[in-house]
Structure formats: structure tokens, C-alpha cells
């Protein structure tokens, strides 16, 4: 039997690929709502098990899931995210919820996914409001802690600049008692300097009173001094007679 090596060529890649939608079937990508977030389970090559991974599909992109994905298995050499129908890649900065709003392809090395994405739950007017308000409430208590928070920092910042400052002015604080000191020293030593002038002025008028009163008495003095002279000059003759 003779067979033609293209037919041959064929009959492997078709081989190959059964055995990969196999593979791919047994170990199939899944997305499930768990407390209103979404979690993709993925087959990881290297330790032949499933992972999950739960999303936030706001603030998480394609690019975080992929980054999980080879974070978690390091045999992942090569992941992205393809269009469903038009096989187009996804880019990685399209959020979470962009990528689940349609089925999707994750491919993973060289193994690529059928991802079905369920429904995504809508919520009612009435839970729509209620979030609203949730939300606003979560803005205000936000705000009020960043009040808060700023009013600590700026009551931190203060009791450093007076610390700062108590401990700049001791050095002059001392200063300032050693001069205190000083002025109190020389006050006393001028009300005692003070004390004595005054105390001088004093004697010193008593002296000019003393010497003003003496004057009459020294006169007195000189006058009676003279008639003693002279009474003795008057008796020296009579003194030769009587001898």
C-alpha cells in the first residue's frame, strides 16, 4: 500500500489538532460571578492544574490578568487575549469589564481557549440608586478621614517647629538669666554706691554747717589770743621792775 507523503502530512496536522481540541476541552477556561465579581478559572501548562484568579473588571485591565497568569506559572512564556470572532488581539489596557461584556480566546503558549463569558448581572434602578448613595457616603467618610488626617500632620508639623523653637531659645533663655542676674548685681552695687554719695553730700554739709559755726568762735579766738598778747607785753616791764 503506497502513501503519498502531503496525504500523510495532513493526516499528523489533523492528528495534532484533535489532540489539542481535546486538551484544550479537558482543560477549557471558565467564568463564574462570585459576590458580584467575576472569576476566570485557567488551565496552567506547567503544573497541569486549574488556577482561578477573581477580577475587580473596573480597575483590573487585560494586561493585569495576563500578568497574573505568568506571575503564577512561570512555564506561561506567552499569553493574550483574542477577539472571539474577528481573532484580533485585545489590548492589554482594555479593562476587565470591556473584555467579559462578549466571548473572548485566551491564548496561552501555544494552546488557545474558548472563553464564554455568562450574562452580566444589571442591576435595577433602585440598587443603581442605593450604590449612588453608597458611594457618596464612602466620598464624604474619604474626605472627612483626609481632613482628619491632614489636621494630624499639620498639629505634627507644629509641635515639631515649637520643639524646634523651645529648643533654639534655651541657649538664650540662659543668656537672658545670667543678664536678669547680672542687671539685679549692679542695681544693688548703684543703690549701694547711691547710698554712699548720699551719705558723703551729708557729711560733707554737716562739715560746711561746722565750719560756718566755727568761724565766730575762731574770731573770738584770734581776738582773745591778741588782748593775751598784749597783756603780756604790758606786764614784761612791770616783771623787770618788781625782780
Known sequence: MTINISQYQYRKTKIVAKRATEVAKEGEVTVTYRRGLPVITVPLPSRRERCRFTLRPVSQTVGDLLDQVKAEDRGVERAAALAADERVRI??????????????RLLINDTEYYVKTPAQERLSAEEVARL???????NQLYEALNVREHQVKKERELRA?????????????????????KACYLNEVSNVREHQVKKERELRA????????LEPL??????????????????????????
Do not use: M
Not at 161 to 181: D, F, G, M
Open 161 to 181: 517647629q515649637l520643639e524646634k523653637i523651645t529648643t533654639e531659645l534655651e541657649p538664650l533663655e540662659q543668656v537672658s538669666r545670667a543678664l536678669l542676674v
Open 132 to 138: 449612588s448613595d453608597v458611594r457618596n457616603l464612602v
Open 206 to 213: 554737716q562739715l560746711e554747717k561746722i565750719t560756718t559755726e
Open 91 to 104: 489590548a492589554a489596557s482594555d479593562t476587565i469589564e470591556a473584555l467579559l461584556e462578549n466571548d473572548f
Open 218 to 243: 575762731e574770731q573770738v579766738r584770734k581776738e582773745l589770743r591778741a588782748q593775751l598778747e598784749k597783756i603780756t607785753t604790758e606786764l614784761e616791764p612791770l616783771e623787770q621792775v618788781g625782780g
